[in-house]
Structures are given as structure tokens and as C-alpha cells.
Nanobody, 118 residues
């Protein structure tokens, strides 16, 4: 499956963006959104199971919302109240949840840059 990520951009602190991750086909996978800031490791920000159960990194809880539209093979990441520390390249991934743990698969979107700055 191929994943296409989009929706990044430059936004002021406190602003919002919605990222989209569209798959080339309905794979029924769980999906995770990761981010990687310069000089830092890639980290899981939010994930959603094929059944729609979501989970979040503590630092984005209450600000980010992950959702999916299976009819469109698309997973969204709505990001509100953005902070400069949210600046990173955001990637989507098709993987698997085992319990509460997300295991990334081999399929990654190309990444979309999110910059939060005044």
C-alpha cells in the first residue's frame, strides 16, 4: 500500500492544521502519525485502530484529534492550539496495534512539514 501525506504548512502559535494520509487501497491497517524534529528521533504522536479507537502522546492530548474515513481510505490528524514545539516533519504509517502498543509497518507516507512560528 502507498501512503500520501498532505496538509502541512506554516502556522502561528495557537493556530490549527489538518493533516491527511490517504492510502492507495483499503488495507484495514491501524495507522499512526509520527513526527520528527531536527536532531530528534521520530516519535509516535497519535494512532488509530482499524475500528476507530484512538490514542495520543501525552503532550498532544486535548489538542490533536485523529480520525479516519474508511470510505476515502484516509486518516486525518486535526491539530489545534499548535505550539512551536510541534514543529516537525509529520509522517503517517500503516501498522498494527497489539494491546496499547503500536508497531509500525513498512509503509510510510512521504512526510509533510509543519512549522509553528510567529
Amino acid at each position: 500500500v502507498q501512503l500520501q501525506a498532505s496538509g502541512g504548512g506554516l502556522v502561528q502559535p495557537g493556530g490549527s492544521l489538518r493533516l491527511s494520509c490517504t492510502a492507495s487501497r483499503n488495507s484495514g491497517d491501524d495507522v499512526g502519525w509520527y513526527r520528527q524534529a531536527p536532531g530528534k528521533q521520530r516519535e509516535l504522536v497519535a494512532g488509530i485502530t482499524s475500528g476507530g479507537v484512538s490514542s495520543y502522546k501525552d503532550s498532544v492530548k486535548g489538542r490533536f484529534t485523529i480520525s479516519r474515513d474508511n470510505a476515502k481510505n484516509t486518516v486525518y490528524l486535526q491539530m489545534n492550539s499548535l505550539k512551536p514545539e510541534d514543529t516537525a516533519v509529520y509522517y503517517c504509517n500503516a501498522g498494527t496495534y497489539v494491546g496499547i502498543y503500536y508497531y509500525p509497518g513498512n509503509y510510510w507516507g512521504q512526510g509533510t512539514q509543519v512549522t509553528v512560528s510567529s
